[in-house]
């Protein structure tokens, strides 16, 4: 994978993570209510917090249920678990134990051709906890706007944002189109610094229609579709365009279209921007580490249902993936790799990571100190690498 992209934040200022790590702490799930941080602090929340709250998101901000149906797509368990994968960073050695506490991970499952070979859980989670997913929604809204395509509600990623969203009509997103937004090449003015409590990302206003005000009236840097600048509100602005095209929530779509006609286990949440407003398309699905395994298997499908019916239009996800002119490392809200896997990625150590010709999928649940560093991204690279790598040869 690329070094510094696999995250939300890669072209920015990376702070450096503790080089030992002890892992996540364990909150008893029964006391969590206990250790629920600031709402307003969500990016600076404390160890023990951040386990409390990243499994009950729906508790502490306003969300809507992304509804599941009554069968789950089975997940068989391989007879043997995986557990001797080494890897290495560094010129050093390191196993699967030593990955799950350095990089604070509380759930890691591995599946190869749907089987699962490695699943592990830490800090009080099991297969049922519910986990913030931070910007793996971003790939999640990716493959909801390719359906409202497949549904015929948008015509293509060619045509410009301000038609679905007129609010930006006579701003620096005039001819701004749908393609530029998910490769995150708008050329608009933004500052994704999550370490800077000042930067645009963190004073983000929680309502749409302020979003609207603030993004109007940003400058613009750059000619649409050459440049790539990491921004959050904008896949904001993604989840708002297909909830205009659709005429409805996208929670309510995705459950519809992904969550019950695909199988996923379990009912999960999206967080929105308050009181009645629209899903977060940036942030954030809660959901179990099984459905996160399902996302990439749903990807891996192409958008194929289990009957043969298809949910995303031909090709969608190889045009997913295809590397951007601003940045080869990126394609639509998914981040890539130079062998051809490509990953959901979110802060704190979220993922899911889809390795096409190896078809195999890993996901992570974890609860890093930091919201991104260089050395969680070495682990998490040369990790994943030789868990695929071991899992081909099987």
């Given at each position: 994978?690329?070094?510094?992209?696999?995250?939300?934040?890669?072209?920015?200022?990376?702070?450096?993570?503790?080089?030992?790590?002890?892992?996540?702490?364990?909150?008893?799930?029964?006391?969590?209510?206990?250790?629920?941080?600031?709402?307003?602090?969500?990016?600076?929340?404390?160890?023990?917090?951040?386990?409390?709250?990243?499994?009950?998101?729906?508790?502490?901000?306003?969300?809507?249920?992304?509804?599941?149906?009554?069968?789950?797509?089975?997940?068989?368990?391989?007879?043997?678990?995986?557990?001797?994968?080494?890897?290495?960073?560094?010129?050093?050695?390191?196993?699967?134990?030593?990955?799950?506490?350095?990089?604070?991970?509380?759930?890691?499952?591995?599946?190869?051709?749907?089987?699962?070979?490695?699943?592990?859980?830490?800090?009080?989670?099991?297969?049922?906890?519910?986990?913030?997913?931070?910007?793996?929604?971003?790939?999640?809204?990716?493959?909801?706007?390719?359906?409202?395509?497949?549904?015929?509600?948008?015509?293509?990623?060619?045509?410009?944002?301000?038609?679905?969203?007129?609010?930006?009509?006579?701003?620096?997103?005039?001819?701004?189109?749908?393609?530029?937004?998910?490769?995150?090449?708008?050329g608009v003015a933004w500052n994704e610094d999550y370490a800077d409590p000042a930067s645009d990302v963190n004073t983000m206003p929680p309502r749409l229609?302020?979003?609207?005000?603030?993004?109007?009236?940003?400058?613009?840097?750059?000619?649409?579709?050459?440049?790539?600048?990491?921004?959050?509100?904008?896949?904001?602005?993604?989840?708002?365009?297909?909830?205009?095209?659709?005429?409805?929530?996208?929670?309510?779509?995705?459950?519809?279209?992904?969550?019950?006609?695909?199988?996923?286990?379990?009912?999960?949440?999206?967080?929105?921007?308050?009181?009645?407003?629209?899903?977060?398309?940036?942030?954030?699905?809660?959901?179990?580490?099984?459905?996160?395994?399902?996302?990439?298997?749903?990807?891996?499908?192409?958008?194929?249902?289990?009957?043969?019916?298809?949910?995303?239009?031909?090709?969608?996800?190889?045009?997913?993936?295809?590397?951007?002119?601003?940045?080869?490392?990126?394609?639509?809200?998914?981040?890539?790799?130079?062998?051809?896997?490509?990953?959901?990625?979110?802060?704190?150590?979220?993922?899911?990571?889809?390795?096409?010709?190896?078809?195999?999928?890993?996901?992570?649940?974890?609860?890093?100190?930091?919201?991104?560093?260089?050395?969680?991204?070495?682990?998490?690279?040369?990790?994943?690498?030789?868990?695929?790598?071991?899992?081909?040869?099987?």
């Amino acid at each position: 994978m690329f070094a510094a992209p696999l995250c939300a934040f890669a072209l920015l200022a990376i702070a450096a993570a503790p080089a030992a790590q002890a892992g996540a702490p364990y909150v008893d799930p029964a006391t969590d209510a206990e250790h629920f941080g600031p709402p307003t602090q969500f990016l600076f929340w404390q160890a023990k917090q951040k386990v409390a709250g990243f499994r009950n998101i729906e508790s502490i901000y306003p969300t809507r249920v992304i509804q599941a149906g009554e069968h789950a797509l089975p997940l068989p368990v391989a007879d043997a678990a995986v557990n001797d994968v080494a890897y290495r960073v560094d010129g050093r050695s390191f196993g699967v134990d030593d990955f799950i506490n350095h990089n604070h991970v509380v759930g890691l499952i591995a599946l190869k051709d749907g089987v699962i070979h490695l699943e592990r859980y830490a800090a009080g989670n099991t297969e049922h906890s519910l986990w913030v997913s931070f910007s793996v929604a971003k790939s999640v809204v990716s493959m909801l706007l390719g359906a409202a395509i497949a549904d015929g509600y948008i015509e293509s990623v060619d045509e410009e944002v301000s038609t679905y969203l007129p609010r930006l009509q006579g701003s620096a997103y005039d001819d701004v189109t749908i393609r530029n937004l998910l490769q995150m090449a708008s050329g608009v003015a933004w500052n994704e610094d999550y370490a800077d409590p000042a930067s645009d990302v963190n004073t983000m206003p929680p309502r749409l229609v302020d979003l609207y005000r603030v993004l109007g009236a940003k400058e613009r840097i750059a000619k649409p579709g050459e440049q790539f600048n990491y921004n959050t509100a904008e896949t904001n602005l993604v989840g708002a365009l297909v909830r205009s095209a659709i005429g409805n929530n996208l929670a309510t779509y995705l459950a519809h279209k992904i969550w019950i006609p695909f199988g996923m286990q379990a009912s999960a949440n999206w967080m929105t921007h308050g009181p009645g407003g629209g899903e977060l398309g940036g942030c954030c699905i809660n959901a179990t580490l099984r459905d996160y395994a399902r996302l990439g298997l749903f990807a891996l499908a192409d958008g194929v249902l289990s009957d043969g019916s298809r949910v995303l239009p031909e090709g969608w996800m190889r045009e997913s993936i295809k590397p951007s002119a601003g940045f080869p490392g990126y394609g639509y809200l998914w981040w890539l790799s130079p062998n051809g896997a490509y990953s959901a990625v979110g802060i704190f150590g979220q993922g899911i990571y889809v390795d096409p010709a190896r078809q195999v999928v890993i996901a992570t649940h974890s609860a890093w100190p930091t919201a991104i560093g260089d050395e969680f991204y070495q682990h998490r690279q040369a990790f994943f690498a030789a868990l695929a790598t071991h899992l081909e040869a099987l």
